[in-house]
């Protein structure tokens, strides 16, 4: 499931609140943020758990795209960690088999740990 934001610190931070706080429980979650460069459009995604409904958390239904992606994990204690996913992106996003048709992921493992996820060719 996900909600969608537009792509400005403000607007992302405020609506991971509202994602984080729709679906209760953190715990046994999986949580996603999307970058698509192409629409410019920043998406806060949840994994579904059985009971979920996308319509009363007022998200919407999506899946990632599979596929290959190159790994970049950051530690740190937040919100430190989360200002080197920009230009950490912005540094992969110069690789030439870089694919232009899929989302950046990032994949918060846990609270200190961030994946970002290029989608390579």
Same mark, same amino acid.
């Given at each position: 499931?996900?909600?969608r934001a537009a792509n400005e610190q403000e607007a992302i931070t405020r609506t991971w609140a509202e994602v984080e706080a729709a679906v209760g429980s953190l715990r046994g979650r999986k949580f996603y943020g999307t970058f698509?460069?192409? !629409?410019? =459009?920043?998406?806060v995604?949840?994994?579904w758990q059985d009971g979920d409904d996308a319509g009363v958390l007022t998200m919407e239904d999506g899946t990632l795209p599979g596929g290959r992606y190159v790994r970049e994990r950051l530690q740190g204690?937040?919100?430190?960690?989360y200002r080197l996913i920009q230009?950490?992106?912005e540094s #992969?996003? !110069?690789?030439?088999d870089r694919d232009r048709s899929?989302? =950046?992921?990032e994949f918060y493992r846990r609270h200190d740990v961030v994946d970002l996820l #290029?989608?390579?060719a």
């Amino acid at each position: 499931m996900f909600r969608r934001a537009a792509n400005e610190q403000e607007a992302i931070t405020r609506t991971w609140a509202e994602v984080e706080a729709a679906v209760g429980s953190l715990r046994g979650r999986k949580f996603y943020g999307t970058f698509d460069p192409v !629409t410019n =459009e920043y998406r806060v995604c949840v994994q579904w758990q059985d009971g979920d409904d996308a319509g009363v958390l007022t998200m919407e239904d999506g899946t990632l795209p599979g596929g290959r992606y190159v790994r970049e994990r950051l530690q740190g204690d937040p919100p430190a960690v989360y200002r080197l996913i920009q230009p950490t992106f912005e540094s #992969l996003a !110069t690789r030439p088999d870089r694919d232009r048709s899929r989302p =950046e992921i990032e994949f918060y493992r846990r609270h200190d740990v961030v994946d970002l996820l #290029l989608p390579i060719a």
